[in-house]
Structure formats: C-alpha cells, structure tokens
C-alpha cells in the first residue's frame, strides 16, 4: 500500500509565504515523477510543477518564477516552495507521484489527500 500525506496548507497574505511538503510511503520500489496540482472551486484540476528522478522541474506558466518545486528522493518527498502568492493561488493543492510499487508491475499515478492553500487580498 502507497500513501502520499500532505503538510503546509493554510492561509496567508497576498505577498507571503508557504511551504508544501509530500511525502511518500508504503511499498515504493521507485518514483519516476513527483509534482503538485491544484483545483480551485468551480474549475479543473491543474498542473502547477512537477519534477522527475532527474531533477529536472517543470512550471505552469501562471507561477513561473514565484513557485519552485523540489525532490528528496532519498525520503521520497517532494516540497513545494511558494512565494509571492495571490488570491488567485488559492485552492486545494495536491500532490502526485507517478510510481512502481512491489505489488504492481506497471507505473501507476497516486494522489494525496489535498491540502487548502487560502490567499487573502
């Protein structure tokens, strides 16, 4: 059994500052990649970073140079550092894991249970 737990939501001031972090446990024979997502009330589900077991990051546009995503691979976590947020960035951010496991034989995507990032004006 694979779990990823979430920590760092909450709420902030326009300006200011958090850390996610996702850690992921269980029955992990390798990650191949680690990335958050986020969903506001009333729109889809969409990528904000993601970072592969090369370490190389990719960015949504809308947080390009404000966010920076980075791996531990050797605690199998992910971090999610936001700066400069806007009440735009609030929504419910979730972590991913595109991973092998020893009870699968495939590459399967995992979900943490969401974390609530708010953003006041």
């Known amino acids: 059994q694979v779990q990823l737990v979430e920590s760092g939501g909450g709420l902030v001031q326009a300006g200011g500052s958090l850390r996610l972090s996702c850690a992921a446990s269980g029955s992990i024979v390798s990650i191949n990649v680690m990335g958050w997502y986020r969903q506001a009330p009333g729109k889809q589900r969409e990528l904000v970073a993601g970072?592969?077991?090369?370490?190389?990051?990719n960015y949504a546009d809308s947080v390009k140079g404000r966010f920076t995503i980075s791996r531990d691979s050797a605690k199998n976590t992910v971090y999610l550092q936001m700066n400069s947020l806007k009440p735009e960035d609030t929504a419910v951010y979730y972590c991913?894991?595109?991973?092998?496991?020893?009870?699968?034989?495939?590459?399967?995507?995992?979900w943490g249970q969401g974390t609530q990032v708010t953003v006041s004006s």
């Open positions: 970072i592969w077991s090369g370490g190389s990051p």
């Open positions: 991913n894991a595109v991973l092998l496991s020893r009870r699968s034989s495939r590459w399967d995507d995992y």
